[in-house]
């Protein structure tokens, strides 16, 4: 029998923590770690949680004044397991003022919370919804590499790379975009770190230069077996994603800066990317990121979750995961993997009992009803 459930109340929690020592991407210094938590209550007693990425240097009220403004008061009284007609009734009241950016995060936090809210109200985990899970766990990527004085850190951006190694990690994205030098020699001293090891490097340059500048470094690190080489250049420059995309041997992937099924037809009918990144909190939750799977199935393009959020956007990445398909498939296709962000991050470990761990190189997904999280409600309130 389908649940009848309304939506009673929809709140917003903004999260933030300073940092002890603030860190750069190339695109600017990140002193504070913010979130904005989305919690959904219904008149069943079932409560969701969603998350709207904010990004290092996004302020978490843009999202929470969208939620507050514009979408709660459409939702209040609505069935929540309604997910795909809400997503669109959201999308089409946003049309004209969203589309990208805070407001497709909070569209994407409230997403979520839906899904949540229909995982325990149907008793199953988010995946099973989804379709079924093709994985039960993840291998996990190592991003940092993040810059402390600027550039000139070399080596002790080669101990990091020891560091994850050390810590269990066979995967890692480098952050690059501090000087075209300046990069390249970070790329050699982490090479010579990790020797023979058995290490497979990603690059992510947060679209520091443009289209020469990106093809410099490419070429320049071509002989790497680089497993992908991120954000290239500026999301606006489509055609420059594809013109490096043919001229680099490497795979070219980018996307956390796009959103819903509409931005990412562009990317992929353009041929830009081998691989999307959409992330669940600003692509536009689960329910997009069900759009744009199925939509980069078709161009062949292969989907790994961009991942930067705390604790729920964590869990609803891993249920998403699993439910990817394989994009090209064959008895060792290759799986998409589970960015593990290593910054500090004040309040991620203590937002839920039971925090992703990483465990022999692995991630298992949780399969528990919803998210398959318990939110730690003192954490919440702590860092409110
Ligand atoms: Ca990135």
Known sequence: ??????????????????????????????????????????????????????QGLEVPEIAAAAIENCFAPMLIGDNPLDTERLW???????????????????????????????????????SQLLGGAFRSNVQPYATGFYRITGQGEQARLADEALQHYENGFRLMKVKLGFGLQDDIDVMHAIKTALGSKDVTLMVDTNH??????????????????????????????????????????????????????????????????DIVQPDIGSCGGLTAARHITILAQAFGVEVNPHVWGSAVAQAASLQWIAAIPDAHHSIFARQPILEYDQSAHPFRRELTTTPIEMIDGTVEIPDAPGLGIEMRLDTVAAYS
């Open 88 to 126: 669109f009734a959201m999308y089409n009241r946003s049309r004209d003022f969203g589309r990208k950016g805070a407001v497709m995060a909070a569209i994407s936090g409230i997403d979520i919370a839906l899904w949540d809210i229909a995982g325990k109200a149907y008793d199953q985990p988010i």
């Open 1 to 54: 029998m389908i649940p009848k459930l309304k939506i009673t109340e929809i709140k917003t929690h903004i999260l933030k923590s300073p940092l002890e020592t603030p860190f750069a991407f190339s695109q600017g210094w990140v002193s504070t770690r913010s979130a904005t938590l989305i919690e959904i209550r219904t008149d069943a007693g079932i409560t969701g949680w969603g998350e709207a990425f904010c």
């Open 208 to 273: 520091a230069y443009g289209r020469n500048e990106a093809l410099m470094l490419g070429t320049a690190l071509a002989d790497m077996g680089l497993r992908w080489y991120e954000e290239p250049v500026v999301p606006e420059d489509i055609d420059g994603y594809r013109e490096l995309r043919t001229r680099l041997p490497m795979a070219i992937a980018g996307g956390e800066n796009e959103h819903s099924l509409y931005g990412f037809k562009s990317l992929l009918s353009a041929g830009a990317v």
